[in-house]
């Protein structure tokens, strides 16, 4: 039986950021993840947004990880190979009333400490905007906003974490644990057995039923289901900022959001859900997100529409739940990480930390950690002189297998390699699929390289592992 320090339950990017930590300690640590890959969760659908830090009173934990963790991510992009750009967030106000709220955005965030933060009169935002709605009439600029693309983000920091030995158990799904000694002994559904010293729950939507299953505290994680649409880029409706509208209780509203690949991301609803695996979108969600994010960015258009998806976050009460059980022995709780749970989770990794080492875990630095990973030449970032030297030193990367968004064979490869064997990891991993033709002209050959690098069947093919086979039948 495999025998470890710390087990981390579920490799979300908070669970991603734990692991990458503890790999800079002389430790033994396994990342455990129910699906086929990681990052398949709430962090594949989410705003890839780095917060600017006034949404939140300094007072909240999720307040304080949150300015701590958007400090972090210069270095990390600097150390890891995901993109990252700090483009700035502007809150915008259609109306005078909606000034009040801007203001009290500005002095909790300047009570915050966020740095270069501005109350902005209709002239400022229209200047810092020009594709805003006209009849603005001031708002909120935090230079210090940022985005990203998010699966990256985890791909990167596992792979670095592997790197520096973590050890990664895909389709691990946590069935039982006991406490056997100083030990958890953790069964998953498939009967793999490991122990583990220290455990962290870092399962997102399922961190209550993990936390059931160690008799630690009960809870209930409400899946609260937030729905985008995806505009091409080709749209003359790309800001050059993130865009906000003034917030109500229940959410942040509607975003305008320029992703880092050069695609618009509007969205996100925030509705309740009852089912943990409920990605659908409805026609009225959508409808509603084009309404409001036209009342800030009039020229949306439907027409530059090329896919809509659904995320799920994992609402529990109005604050992070992070802190050492008070039921069940060595046993750390991350929970209810929703919004602004992408930024804070590099400050999570050194919270957790902490508090495992509060725990009792001892912890010894590792004189050969590395911080760097490899980065894969990309042929879309190559200039005609770069891609020449990439395809005399691989001709693989002559072979344009997306065409929306120049995806070469060599970086399909590169992704199978790396432990991507679906369509979605490696749509995730390269971009391939994720343009205007959403994978209708590039599917079929992905799979052809697939069944060449893998040895797997046509019909062992899938979509993100489990029952979600591409092609079915008989040839």
Same mark, same amino acid.
């Given at each position: 039986?495999?025998?470890?320090?710390?087990?981390?339950?579920?490799?979300?990017?908070?669970?991603?950021?734990?692991?990458?930590?503890?790999?800079?300690?002389?430790?033994?640590?396994?990342?455990?993840?129910?699906?086929?890959?990681?990052?398949?969760?709430?962090?594949?659908?989410?705003?890839?947004?780095?917060?600017?830090?006034?949404?939140?009173?300094?007072?909240?934990?999720?307040?304080?990880?949150?300015?701590?963790?958007?400090?972090?991510?210069?270095?990390?992009?600097?150390?890891?190979?995901?993109?990252?750009?700090?483009?700035?967030?502007?809150?915008?106000?259609?109306?005078?009333?909606?000034?009040?709220?801007?203001?009290?955005?500005?002095?909790?965030?300047?009570?915050?400490?966020?740095?270069?933060?501005?109350?902005?009169?209709?002239?400022?935002?229209?200047?810092?905007?020009?594709?805003?709605?006209?009849?603005?009439?001031?708002?909120?600029?935090?230079?210090?906003?940022?985005?990203?693309?998010?699966?990256?983000?985890?791909?990167?920091?596992?792979?670095?974490?592997?790197?520096?030995?973590?050890?990664?158990?895909?389709?691990?799904?946590?069935?039982?644990?006991?406490?056997?000694?100083?030990?958890?002994?953790?069964?998953?559904?498939?009967?793999?057995?490991?122990?583990?010293?220290?455990?962290?729950?870092?399962?997102?939507?399922?961190?209550?039923?993990?936390?059931?299953?160690?008799?630690?505290?009960?809870?209930?994680? /409400?899946?609260?289901?937030?729905?985008? !649409?995806?505009? $091409?880029?080709?749209? @003359? %409706?790309?800001?050059?900022? +993130?865009?906000? *509208?003034?917030?109500?209780?229940?959410?942040?509203?509607?975003?305008?959001?320029?992703?880092?690949?050069?695609?618009?991301?509007?969205?996100?609803?925030?509705?309740?859900?009852?089912?943990?695996?409920?990605?659908?979108?409805?026609?009225?969600?959508?409808?509603?997100?084009?309404?409001?994010?036209?009342?800030?960015?009039?020229?949306?258009?439907?027409?530059?529409?090329?896919?809509?998806?659904?995320?799920?976050?994992?609402?529990?009460?109005?604050?992070?739940?992070?802190?050492?059980?008070?039921?069940?022995?060595?046993?750390?709780?991350?929970?209810?990480?929703?919004?602004?749970?992408?930024? /804070?989770?590099?400050?999570?990794?050194? !919270?957790?930390? $902490?508090?495992?080492? @509060? %725990?009792?875990?001892?912890? +010894?630095?590792? *004189?050969?950690?590395?911080?760097?990973?490899?980065?894969?030449?990309?042929?879309?970032?190559?200039?005609?002189?770069?891609?020449?030297?990439?395809?005399?030193?691989?001709?693989?990367?002559?072979?344009?297998?997306?065409?929306?968004?120049?995806?070469?064979?060599?970086?399909?490869?590169?992704?199978?390699?790396?432990?991507?064997?679906?369509?979605?990891?490696?749509?995730?991993?390269?971009?391939?699929?994720?343009?205007?033709?959403?994978?209708?002209?590039?599917?079929?050959?992905?799979?052809?390289?697939?069944?060449?690098?893998?040895?797997?069947?046509?019909?062992?093919?899938?979509?993100?592992?489990?029952?979600?086979?591409?092609?079915?039948?008989?040839?």
């Amino acid at each position: 039986m495999e025998q470890y320090d710390v087990a981390i339950i579920g490799a979300g990017v908070c669970g991603a950021n734990i692991a990458r930590k503890l790999s800079q300690y002389e430790l033994d640590v396994a990342l455990l993840e129910k699906e086929i890959d990681v990052s398949l969760g709430t962090s594949k659908a989410n705003s890839g947004i780095v917060h600017g830090g006034f949404h939140d009173h300094i007072s909240t934990l999720k307040a304080r990880l949150e300015l701590q963790g958007a400090l972090m991510f210069d270095r990390l992009h600097e150390e890891l190979d995901f993109p990252f750009e700090r483009c700035g967030i502007l809150v915008a106000a259609l109306h005078e009333d909606e000034m009040r709220a801007i203001e009290q955005l500005y002095l909790q965030g300047v009570e915050n400490g966020v740095i270069g933060i501005e109350m902005c009169s209709r002239e400022r935002m229209l200047e810092l905007e020009p594709k805003l709605n006209p009849d603005v009439v001031g708002g909120l600029y935090a230079p210090s906003g940022g985005i990203l693309e998010p699966y990256r983000f985890v791909f990167s920091l596992v792979e670095s974490a592997r790197k520096n030995g973590v050890q990664v158990k895909t389709e691990f799904e946590v069935a039982q644990a006991e406490r056997d000694g100083e030990f958890w002994q953790i069964q998953s559904k498939a009967g793999e057995t490991i122990r583990a010293r220290y455990v962290v729950n870092s399962a997102g939507l399922h961190a209550d039923t993990i936390s059931a299953a160690f008799g630690a505290e009960r809870f209930t994680i /409400a899946p609260r289901k937030g729905e985008y !649409y995806l505009l $091409d880029r080709t749209t @003359k %409706a790309k800001p050059s900022r +993130v865009i906000f *509208p003034v917030p109500t209780e229940v959410s942040k509203g509607i975003l305008v959001i320029p992703t880092v690949e050069g695609t618009v991301l509007i969205g996100p609803t925030a509705s309740p859900a009852q089912d943990k695996e409920d990605f659908a979108t409805t026609r009225d969600q959508l409808e509603h997100i084009l309404h409001s994010a036209r009342m800030m960015v009039p020229s949306i258009s439907e027409n530059d529409v090329i896919t809509s998806f659904a995320g799920l976050r994992a609402s529990y009460g109005n604050d992070f739940y992070i802190a050492n059980s008070e039921k069940a022995p060595a046993f750390v709780q991350v929970a209810g990480i929703q919004s602004p749970g992408l930024t /804070a989770s590099p400050a999570i990794g050194e !919270y957790v930390k $902490d508090l495992l080492k @509060k %725990a009792g875990l001892r912890l +010894v630095e590792k *004189p050969s950690w590395d911080p760097y990973v490899h980065k894969v030449p990309r042929a879309r970032d190559a200039d005609p002189y770069t891609l020449d030297t990439l395809v005399a030193q691989d001709p693989a990367y002559g072979d344009i297998v997306c065409r929306c968004e120049r995806v070469s064979e060599a970086e399909i490869v590169k992704a199978i390699r790396a432990g991507h064997t679906t369509l979605d990891g490696i749509k995730y991993y390269t971009r391939a699929q994720m343009g205007r033709c959403q994978g209708g002209f590039c599917t079929y050959k992905i799979i052809r390289i697939l069944m060449r690098e893998t040895g797997m069947s046509w019909d062992q093919i899938t979509k993100h592992g489990g029952n979600s086979a591409i092609l079915k039948g008989s040839l």
